[in-house]
């Protein structure tokens, strides 16, 4: 293979020195970073993702004062499941929800099923209820337990449940999203058994 510099005419100055590395204006070598460099540099990333977490979640730090002492109704209005849960009946769904936190990921309300009817419920979110009127009998996670006024329990992001009304159900709930980092914890210790 032929050397590319021959075709080149070397009576240039700037040309010849271009490929002679001997010469005192060679190219720098490129620079090397270093542990604190790099720690410095995740530390500012990490200050920036903060701020900026901060900022969108604005409401819960600055004006979270706005709604205290305030009366504020809310009536329950239709809030239809998909048709592809209900397993038999024809029960109807009726929520509010009164509180959002977007800082904390959390929205809590009311919420009543009256049937007759036995549905699926898919939980996306972590969600505990207290039960205020009614009861049901629930399938879930193996075990099936008949929930009444006074009692609570606890459902988690990723699991089904399976209810059956036979009048009525009132409950307040308080749901919680646990975000990937959690969920992605949870499935690594499903996997090994904790």
């Known amino acids: 293979m032929a050397d590319y510099r021959q075709s080149i005419p070397m009576s240039d100055p700037a040309i010849a020195g271009a490929f002679d590395r001997t010469r005192g204006d060679a190219p720098a070598a490129p620079k090397r970073r270093t542990v604190g460099g790099t720690i410095v540099t995740v530390v500012a990333t990490l200050a920036i993702v903060g701020a900026v977490g901060l900022a969108l979640k604005a409401p819960a730090v600055f004006g979270y004062k706005a709604d205290l002492g305030v009366a504020q109704a809310h009536e329950l209005q239709p809030s239809p499941i998909d048709p592809s849960w209900i ?3 024809d029960p109807e769904f009726n929520m509010t929800v009164f509180e959002r936190s977007s800082f904390w990921a959390t929205s809590s309300g009311i919420w009543e099923c009256i049937g007759p009817g036995k549905f699926v419920w898919h939980y996306t979110v972590d969600e505990d209820i207290y039960i205020l009127d009614g009861s049901a009998e629930i399938e879930y996670m193996g075990k099936t337990i008949t929930l009444h006024p006074g009692e ?13 009304v036979e009048d009525h159900i009132r409950k307040t709930f308080r749901i919680q999203n646990p975000g990937r980092i959690v969920k992605a914890l949870r499935m690594v210790s499903d996997s090994i058994g904790l």
């Open 152 to 164: 609570s329990t606890r459902f988690v992001a990723g699991t089904s449940a399976t209810w059956v």
């Open 87 to 89: 397993i038999s009946g």
